[in-house]
């Protein structure tokens, strides 16, 4: 019976480890496809995980596989406020089209066992688009996804001031110009804005947007079943906080491939969130456990050695958007 088992596993990692030699390394190695793929899917691959489990290996082990998961430039960090640099030559981020619909309000959803992320197609001229902030370039919107608690102590994976939060929100942002690989293969080729969410118990004070993005993760309990949905009124410019003051520093994904290509903006403020609109959350699979019936959260990387990182500090201001 064990061997069945293991010719059958061997069947399926064949197909789906493929896939994962791929992501092994360093991201110039990657087809631009493949890593298109990954951005408007997650990664998807089931090799690693959050847990010290049979079946994936834990974030103390990733660098096994993933060497650049190791790196000096690793997120997320713990960020102390007292010790961030006020710079003046930072500005607010400026948010292009960031209440602009995808096509038909159409967003594909995928649930993919680390994470629940969104994505949409964009018209062009409509192509939420990321800049200023001190990035030399504007950065399109790739897609945005979660990481949460499975109580509301946890969740987030920045911690400001040894406070965590119970959900950050991660909008992530690429390299406008050049091909995939190109954007890749150097620090700055991605930019992603975390949202921090605090837990209320009035309900008058929660974010809305998050009660379609509850309605939304419904469809998609199951690992690995993405889904098409419509989300009417759904903007990105509706899940940022009113301020624009942000932290600022050079990091990496917190996943695998761990890459560092990302230019990280932590906002300052952060939103307002319910333990039911939290609960929506815990309730998708993560595709573990011999029942089947495990659920996803604490879906966080720990916290990675700062080094001698600069964290700027931009106090904020009113948000600035242009259509
Ligand atoms: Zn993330």
Redesign the pocket.
Known sequence: MKYHLGALLLLFCGHLCSGWFKFQGDLRLINPRTLQRYLRFGNSLSHWGYEHGANESPPDQWDKKFPACKGAQQSPIAINTAKTIRSSRLEPLLFHAYSSFPEANLWTVVNNGH?VQFGGSYNSSYLPTLSKGGLAADYAFTQL?F?WGTTSLRGS?HVINDKRFPLEL?IVHRHSSGDNREAHGNSTGLAVVGILFELTSDERKRLRQLDTIAEALTEVIEQNKPANVTLEHFTLSGLLPPSTGYYRYMGSL??PPCTEAVQWFVMKKPQKITEKQLSAFRRLDDGNGLSGLDKLGDNFRPLQAPYQRRIENYRGKELRFSQ
């Open positions: 994470t996804h990481h994976e991660h917190t996943t």
